[in-house]
């Protein structure tokens, strides 16, 4: 099997099935469709331009341009290979159309009380969104999994390396239409 090959198998998240659609807010959908447009019309043409003239100062054995061009080149186009088939998978989610704001689903933002009465507060998004810094987790990471379909008041359990913690649900909250 190629590197290249082993870039176009099926990258469906742990515990998931193949084919599990790629859930994404919006705006992370914009995000991704935006890096694709910079890296095929702005980033690659640029490289492209750069291989060419130093492909044509002679010995490219020793050419670092080259070299270094060639290398940035396959890196650009398998980042393309893998946004273009995530795209092509994608399933835009707006958590503003939610119907059923009094449980959780894809793009609420939860608070939950810990055992210790320390809250946290959570926005679960797609698996290119997340950000644990700014409280954004993945749909498929085991917090997000406790929480999913719970209610204000609820407990749910979440199962971590050290223990099972139960965790209660204090708000769920969506974006406005």
Do not use: C
Not at 132 to 143: E, Y
Not at 158 to 167: D, I, K, N, S
């Amino acid at each position: 099997m190629t590197p290249q090959d082993e870039d176009d198998e099926d990258d469906a998240p742990p515990g998931l099935a193949p084919g599990t659609p790629f859930y994404m807010t919006p705006a992370g959908h914009s995000a991704l469709q935006a890096e694709l447009h910079r890296l095929w019309t702005e980033e690659r043409p640029k490289v492209v331009e750069v291989v060419s003239w130093a492909a044509g100062l002679g010995d490219r054995s020793e050419n670092a341009d080259y070299q270094y061009g060639k290398r940035r080149l396959r890196e650009i186009d398998r980042r393309v290979r893998f946004l273009r088939k995530r795209l092509e998978r994608v399933q835009v989610v707006d958590p503003a159309t939610q119907p059923r704001r009094d449980r959780v689903f894809f793009g609420a933002t939860v608070t939950y009380a810990r055992e210790d009465d320390h809250e946290v507060t959570v926005t679960i998004v797609g698996i290119e969104e997340t950000d644990t810094a700014q409280g954004r987790i993945s749909w498929v990471s085991p917090v997000a999994r406790a929480l999913l379909g719970a209610g204000i008041g609820d407990l749910v359990r979440l199962r971590t390396p050290q223990a099972v913690e139960t965790l209660e649900i204090v708000s769920i909250t969506y974006p406005e239409p």
